[in-house]
T-cell receptor, first 113, second 114 residues
Framework: DQQVKQNSPSLSVQEGRISILNCDYTNSMFDYFLWYKKYPAEGPTFLISISSIKDKNEDGRFTVFLNKSAKHLSLHIVPSQPGDSAVYFCAASEDNQGGKLIFGQGTELSVKP | KAGVTQTPRYLIKTRGQQVTLSCSPISGHRSVSWYQQTPGQGLQFLFEYFSETQRNKGNFPGRFSGRQFSNSRSEMNVSTLELGDSALYLC?????????????FGEGSRLTVL
């Protein structure tokens, strides 16, 4: 049972344009959502997070939107840069105090110059 | 500040053998979690340790076990290895009780089972 789903395995975007990565979840107990970025041969690195009490969180070029009623979140990257090319994982947890995250399967973003 | 350190980085084993992987968390982090990454399944949670106690456990068979030492370092063990255990094993540490919930990952230990 996949509680967190990223339905697009890959996404290709032109440099300077917007990248939108999507994530759906099924568990209504999830209270905290995070995005991680992973380059080959490296561990995932934290990008941005959002609590369920918010519907938007911004950090520079990265914005995460949360739609609780639809159980959907998205990550917007504007403007996209070639260095953003990586695999992006959406993750969820029932609180922000534990080490147990449920990850989606990842979306490979390719930003073309 | 040193990051999460995992050893070994690469290893090859044969079916039926056992393996032990090691993880040193970021200084001051008392929570250590382990994840398995495979191409088909993504990152799957194995277990979490805090103050030498298992705090959470994922849906993996009993062949997968772990422990945490008093200095917060952690080890995970896989016994009776199967071909399907070939994966990247990632360790992550976090600062509980006042932290943001963010996990800091190591570079992983890539296990190949032949």
């Amino acid at each position: 049972d996949q509680q967190v789903k990223q339905n697009s395995p890959s996404l290709s975007v032109q440099e300077g344009r917007i990248s939108i990565l999507n994530c759906d979840y099924t568990n209504s107990m999830f209270d905290y959502f995070l995005w991680y970025k992973k380059y080959p041969a490296e561990g995932p690195t934290f990008l941005i997070s959002i609590s369920s009490i918010k519907d938007k969180n911004e950090d520079g070029r990265f914005t995460v939107f949360l739609n609780k009623s639809a159980k959907h979140l998205s990550l917007h990257i504007v403007p996209s840069q070639p260095g953003d090319s990586a695999v992006y994982f959406c993750a969820a947890s029932e609180d922000n105090q534990g080490g147990k995250l449920i990850f989606g399967q990842g979306t490979e973003l390719s930003v073309k110059p | 500040k040193a990051g999460v350190t995992q050893t070994p980085r690469y290893l090859i084993k044969t079916r039926g053998q056992q393996v032990t992987l090691s993880c040193s968390p970021i200084s001051g982090h008392r929570s250590v979690s382990w994840y398995q990454q495979t191409p088909g399944q993504g990152l799957q949670f194995l277990f979490e340790y805090f103050s030498e106690t298992q705090r959470n456990k994922g849906n993996f068979p009993g062949r997968f076990s772990g422990r945490q030492f008093s200095n917060s370092r952690s080890e995970m063990n896989v016994s009776t290895l199967e071909l399907g255990d070939s994966a990247l094993y990632l360790c992550a540490s976090s600062l509980l009780n006042g932290g943001t919930g963010e996990l800091f990952f190591g570079e992983g230990s890539r296990l190949t089972v032949l």
